[in-house]
Each structure stands twice: as C-alpha cells, then as structure tokens.
C-alpha cells in the first residue's frame, strides 16, 4: 500500500552540481563511472532502520519528539506500516541498500518464542516487498542492547541464561538475515565490557565472547550464509568500558580465538573519534590487514560528549575515509550505512529525505576527490619514496640477521643516519588540491 507520509517529495534525481533544488543529488550520480565501478557500486549506500524509522527522537535528556503514524512501536500492525514507509524512502532516495537490528522491525514481546514469531512474520512481510529492482538487506544484527535483559552483557553476562537467550537471537536474526539476501551480518556489542572492574571476570567474559562468535562462524557455514561476518568496534558507551575497543583491539581479539580469517570490522566514523583515532586511521589499519568489511558513516559532535551519530558533512574528512576504502580496492560485501538520525528538532518527513540526499551529496563528493588523489598517483608516489631503501638487498639481508650483526655492521660501516623530512606540510597542502 501507499502511505501519506512522503506526500508531495518526488523522487530525488541527480541534476549536477549547480542545481539549487534542495532536493537533489549535486554530486552523487548512480551511474558516473569512478575507478571502473558505478559510483552507486563503489560507495553502496545504506540506510539504517534504527535511527531513521525506529528512533522516536529521545536524547540522554528528554524523550520523544517524533510523532510518526508508527509510533508507538508496539504491534505488528505498525511495524508493517513502518516498513511500508521505508521502502517509500529508499524509492524516493534510490538506495541501494538498507540494515535492520531485530528490535527496530518488531516490538519486543518479552520472550524468545514471540519475539521469533514476529522477527520471521515482519521479515516474510519485507521480503515480500523486494524483488530484482528494490533495494537489498546490506546486514541484519540482534539489538542486545536495549531490553533490560541485557543490562550486564549478552555473551558476556555473568548468567548463562542470558548467554542463551543470546545465541538465540543471534541464531534467529541470522536466518532472517539470510532469508533476506543480506550480504553481511553485524555484532555490535554495546554492553559487551562492563560497568566497574569490581565485579567483573574479564578472562571468563571474553572467553564466553570469543566462543559466542566461534558459535557465530560455524552456524554461517551450517546454513550455507555466504555473506562477511562483522564485528564493529566501539570503546565505551553504553558500557563504560566495551571489550571490542577499536580496530587494533579487534584484531588481537579475532586472533586470540583464531577468527581473523572469518570475521571483518564494520568501522564507525564516531567509534573511531572515541577511541582517539582518526576515521581513516581506523579504516587504514583494518584494510593493512585485509580486514576491512564495511562503514558506518555518521560523525559525532566534537563538543558533546555522547554519541550523537549525525549525518557527515564534512568533504575532506570523508575523501581520506575513501582514499583508505578505495586504496585496498574498495568495497566486497560491505558498503556505506548511515548509522546516523536526524537531529531531535528534525521533526518533518522532509527533514528525513533531506538528511540523506546531503550525506549521499557530502560521500560522492569524497569519493570523486579520493579518486582523483588516487588516479593522480602523487600520495603513492611519496609512500612508495619513503620507503624505496627498504627494498634493497642489504635491508633486506638486515631484516633476516639479528642484533649482534646489526651491530658489527654499524660499526664496520660508521652507519650514521641523517634524518630525512616527513613532508608532512607538501603532503597536507597537496590534499587540500583535491577535496
Ligand atoms: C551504536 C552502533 C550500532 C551498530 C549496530 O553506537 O553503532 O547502531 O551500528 O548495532
Ligand atoms: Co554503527
């Protein structure tokens, strides 16, 4: 059925960069070809069923300020309205993908049993709403966040049977995932850490964690799911201290408990400024060791200090995110999820359109100039100077010895180095060309 709720709003159409309709795409153009892929391929934008349809417009302050025709959440009835609203958003903005958690397409029932009939009712219902042409699932993820249950950790809680209850949603939003055709599948553990060291058994939570996603791994392969498992990593917030820190921490986890072949990163533009990176830092460092599955692009605000997740708006912050996607040969599964809502005064339908054609505008105009850092070689070259000496033969040799010759080296040839420039400001400046 058709819904009221976008009346009036057309469908959003590319109309080139000096077009002044509020409500059109200046930048990003589906079809444009960057490095050899349609730009809609190359950046396979995401919208996120949370904020954008779930969220009712509460912060840590003061609760809702939406008024939707699904609101409140509390019956199927709703729930297939609000998804009736969503594919006449991804029609209007031409998306390609969306993502859920389990909790923002059903209410929550209170137990597993009806929590599953609904999640496997609401999810027939939108696969019955897509077919070759309409957008597709990009990932599916269990909210184990927000129900009082999970108050001290889904795999990480203390009681086992929350643990259980755990695997089975994990289990139950899988199948619905690959019911779906999705082509990830998100764990984001928001209150896996914990509140205080005081009572908390970090060597027995992050073993039942590292088991948990093993658990994960092997049900993937039972079902034939040929999609990228994700982790996303987060310091704190909602726990005070969340065991998948960022990136780094990520990665000693995944190896500790042998999964670095199986599972990738879905990397966070505020996580990231959390754990005191850089986006493209975290980006960097995942794609160096081949770990880089997919982004959720929404900032934080630099002064507030929760998690605010807002539209990016921000050309030269995004063009080095892009220049890091783009250089470890772009995206596989993975793709770009506005993991972003609107702010809380935002209160019109248009506001919801508007909000996603300037993040779309802001990523294209990033991914043009990161296409051009990359097709102009400048970056790389200098990359590939700094480090020239490393490929010669007595380098190398050095790599292959040990201290003891090193030493007798740097003696018999005076080795005595001259610091060389960084180049830090040329590199700057020959950036700011580009964005
Ligand atoms: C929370 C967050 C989540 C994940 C999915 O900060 O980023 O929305 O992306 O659970
Ligand atoms: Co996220």
Known sequence: ?????????????YKGAESSDPLSYRYYNPDEIVLGKRMEEQLRFAVAWWHSFAWEGGDPFGGSTFVRPWHPQDNMERARLKADIAFEMFDILGVPFFCWHDADLRPDQGNFKENLSTLNEITDYIGSKMNSDSPKLLWGTANMFSHRRWMAGASTNPDPDVFAFAAATVKSCMDATHKLGGQNYVLWGGREGY???LNTNLSKELDNMGRFLSMVVDYKYKIGFTGTILV???????????????????????????LEKEVKLNIEQGHAILAGHSFEHEIALAASEGM????DMNRNDYQSGWDTDQFPNNVPEVALAYYHVLRSGGFSTG???????????SIDAVDLIAAHVGA????????????????????EAKLQERYQDWSKPEALKMLGSSLEDITQ???????????????????????????
């Open 232 to 258: 996303e990593p987060k310091p704190q917030e909602p726990s005070k201290h969340q065991y998948d820190f960022d990136v780094a921490t990520c990665i000693g986890f995944l190896r500790k408990y042998g």
């Open 360 to 379: 779309m505008d802001i990523c294209a105009r990033g991914l043009k100039a990161a296409e051009a850092m990359i097709n102009d070689g400048g970056l």
């Open 409 to 435: 080296l740097v003696l018999e040839k005076n080795i005595n180095p001259e610091p060389r420039s960084g180049n830090q400001e040329i590199l700057e400046n020959y950036v700011n060309r580009f964005v």
């Open 292 to 295: 880089l599955g997919s982004i």
């Open 195 to 197: 509140e205080t060291l």
């Open 1 to 13: 059925m058709t819904t009221e709720f976008f009346n009036g709003i057309s469908p959003v159409e």
């Open 335 to 345: 793709g770009t999820n506005f993991d972003a809502k609107l702010r809380r005064q």
